[in-house]
């Protein structure tokens, strides 16, 4: 039978306070099923199972009734975006708060229409029932329910042991569509009369188009238009063939301008530490008996910029319809995307439905929201009909943001007895949040292009109470008396930066957890025992042991093979994350085996957890072993597969990961917990292998053999 509803929870769950309209999160349609529409999006890290299985617990049907809606801003709440790992911590515990609120109302009205009391009912599969085998549904019911009203805190969720799907590894709804070649992807959009657009742009960085010439385009059978502003440029077809075709012609009649300046991609941390700053003190502590330094370790650690490499392309559909616009896209934020838009285009944002449908995964501000603005843009020209556009793998590796590069260093002060006594950290780094709807001017490539073009955005980082940027991670959470963080994001960007998945934090736990491993390396102390010995948390102990058990630290030394360990806790406030890294040194290095302990509170779908960690492990093993975006004086130079490569199939390691499930602790999200902790381990098993410390990513055959001619 029913139970009484736990105590009152004393605020709703930020996402809800934003939106609380209960009928913006669920309706209940005629066919006996659910409507669920959250504001994230589903970008390849099965968050739609989690919150499906979330809402079919609270409500008490079966998880083939809940049918998941795309985001989008004409019905959907706005959640912001889709990033940081926290789409089960908002939306999650949002939509948990909702359905617990709507089951409560439900069960009102049958408890008034049955003649009983309310704690005498039970809901089985969305079945009402009572003594005497009296029932009723949520769908009879919902005729005579207003779900158009506002959450309330009168009621909690259920308890964790009550709760029947979360804690499962339920099998993933999106993947079926995606098995079976069902249109889901934005790639296989087609709308009727549908028309196709290329966007015309410089292979030198910011060059400026001073001349265009028209007459071999307007030849192409099947144009319908050519479209110019100012730098922007491009073409509408019927067909994409006949696109490819116009965007050809129309290069050869393009003049460009010189453009500007890049770094000296072979001493780019001179560059980054020489640029203009805003300097920021992130972090400091003082030790309440100051020791006395008998000597100072000082290294310093590098990544380069990274790009965000989907497989396909960046791809949008625009429609216009007199004076508004329809766009389908796959961006990580609808609500911001659309911001950008109005102001770029200078309609109410009432005017504006952006869409979400389902891209190649990027984790990050890559060009999913650029390439909507240059099909809006081109869409304007084709009298009402869609366009879709679809960027080149050229244009992808070369005008979308990339991950900023960091140059970190870390100074340690140790006593007579070789213990840490001071840490010093300092970073310099562009900022890595450049993302469309958060600034007063839009973050949009088209943007900066046009006649009265938008000035460009400088990239900045986000509050540390939001995570931060390129701090992210950079105050330890090891137990050292003191410590001074300091953070300088530079005020200059000749190469676009913005989010890529971790944002600073990748780079700030190798370079931390690399300085532990070098430090207890000279101690002669065991790495594990050494992290063990500074920290406080049980829980980050805790995933540092499973880790460690599992591999069964430390193995036999062999020769060419090298074993090493790290830790992180992603933004020092979600999930904890232990790797341990086993590495084969010959003409390159090759990462055999991964081993990952991981605590994220409430693992909602466990096996949707190990996806996420055994993704980002890959992804942070494809980073150390190989990623670097190339550029030479004047452009961006790695714009293929073949001078950007990435880990091939072939290379993936052998990945196995421990949950340790805590199912009375709030979940936080898991798709950015391993790369910072796979980084590092990797790094250090490097250094157990050959002898060698690698601190300059990617660890490549030339960059372990200029560290052989230092040592």
């Known amino acids: 039978m029913n139970q009484q509803p736990a105590p009152s929870p004393s605020a709703l769950p930020a996402s809800l306070a934003a939106n609380p309209k209960l009928s913006t999160w669920l309706k209940f349609s005629s066919d006996g099923k659910v409507a669920i529409s959250p504001g994230k999006v589903e970008i390849g890290q099965g968050i739609v199972t989690a919150l499906a299985q979330i809402a079919a617990d609270e409500l008490d049907i079966d998880l083939s009734r809940v049918q998941m809606i795309r985001a989008s801003t004409a019905v959907s709440p706005n959640e912001g975006v889709t990033s940081g790992s926290l789409s089960i911590q908002q939306s999650g515990r949002a939509l948990r708060h909702v359905c617990a609120e709507v089951r409560r109302i439900f069960l009102e009205q049958a408890a008034e229409r049955l003649g009983i009391d309310i704690d005498a009912l039970d809901i089985e599969d969305g079945t009402i029932s009572g003594p005497g085998n009296v029932r009723t549904s949520y769908w009879e019911l919902a005729q005579e329910v207003s779900l158009d009203r506002d959450a309330t805190l009168s009621v909690t969720p259920k308890t964790v042991a009550r709760r029947l799907l979360a804690g499962n590894s339920i099998p993933r ?411 084969e040194g010959a003409e390159d290095i090759s990462v055999r085996k991964l081993t990952l302990a991981v605590d994220v509170g409430e693992a909602i779908n466990p096996d949707g957890v190990i996806n996420q960690i055994e993704g980002g492990a890959i992804q942070a093993t494809s980073w150390v072993l190989k990623e670097r975006v190339r550029f030479d004086r004047r452009r961006i130079t790695s714009t293929s597969w073949s001078e950007y490569p990435i880990l091939r199939f072939s290379e993936v390691p052998e990945v196995e990961v421990e949950v340790i499930q805590r199912p009375d602790m709030d979940p936080v999200g898991a798709g950015e917990a391993a790369h910072g902790p796979v980084t590092a381990a990797i790094a250090n098993a490097v250094f157990d292998a050959l002898g060698v410390r690698v601190r300059d990513l990617p660890i490549t055959r030339d960059r372990i053999i200029a560290a052989m001619e230092l040592t």
């Open 173 to 583: 709804i999106d993947i079926p569509d995606k098995v079976f070649a069902r249109p889901r992807f934005i790639h296989d959009q087609a709308l009727v009369g549908m028309l196709h657009g290329r966007v015309l742009r410089p292979e030198n960085t910011r060059a400026k188009l001073v001349g265009l010439r028209e007459d071999n385009v307007r030849a192409v059978v099947g144009l319908v238009a050519v479209v110019r502003d100012g730098s922007f440029a491009g073409v509408v077809a019927e067909t994409e063939h006949a696109a490819e075709a116009a965007l050809n012609a129309l290069r050869k009649g393009a003049t460009w301008s010189d453009g500007e300046p890049l770094p000296d991609e072979d001493d780019l941390a001179s560059f980054l530490k020489a640029q203009p700053s805003e300097s920021t003190v992130i972090g400091e502590k003082t030790a309440a008996s100051p020791g006395t330094a008998a000597r100072t370790i000082r290294r310093q650690y590098t990544r380069p910029y990274i790009a965000h490499a989907s497989i396909a392309p960046s791809c949008a559909v625009a429609q216009w319809a007199g004076d508004r616009v329809h766009v389908w896209t796959h961006s990580q934020g609808v609500y911001l995307l659309r911001t950008d838009l109005a102001l770029v285009l200078k309609l109410p944002v009432e005017n504006i439905t952006i869409e979400h449908m389902e891209g190649a995964g990027c984790y990050g501000h890559n060009a999913a929201d650029d390439v909507a603005l240059d099909a809006v843009l081109l869409a304007k020209s084709a009298g009402g009909r869609p366009v879709r556009v679809q960027w080149s793998r050229q244009g992808e590796m070369s005008d979308a943001p990339f991950g900023a590069a960091m140059v970190i260093e870390i100074e340690a002060d140790l006593d007579e007895r070789g213990e840490i006594i001071d840490w010093r950290h300092s970073i310099w780094s562009n900022g890595h949040a450049a993302r469309p709807g958060r600034a007063a001017q839009p973050a949009l490539l088209a943007a900066f292009e046009l006649e009265n073009p938008f000035p460009r955005i400088v990239s900045t980082n986000p509050p540390q109470a939001n995570g931060g940027g390129g701090d992210r991670n950079s105050i330890p959470l090891y137990d050292f008396p003191s410590w001074h963080i300091g953070s300088h994001r530079l005020t200059t960007m000749p190469i676009r930066t913005s989010a890529l998945r971790t944002l600073g934090g990748q780079g700030n736990v190798f370079a931390i957890e690399s300085m532990l491993d070098e430090i207890a390396v000279e101690r002669g102390e065991d790495p594990v025992a050494f992290r063990l010995r500074h920290l406080r948390d049980e829980r980050a102990k805790d995933v540092i042991r499973a880790a460690a058990l599992r591999a069964g630290w430390k193995p036999e030394k062999r020769p060419g093979i090298g074993h090493g360990v790290s830790f992180g806790r992603y933004k020092n406030t979600g999930a904890y994350c232990a790797a341990v890294a086993e590495i």
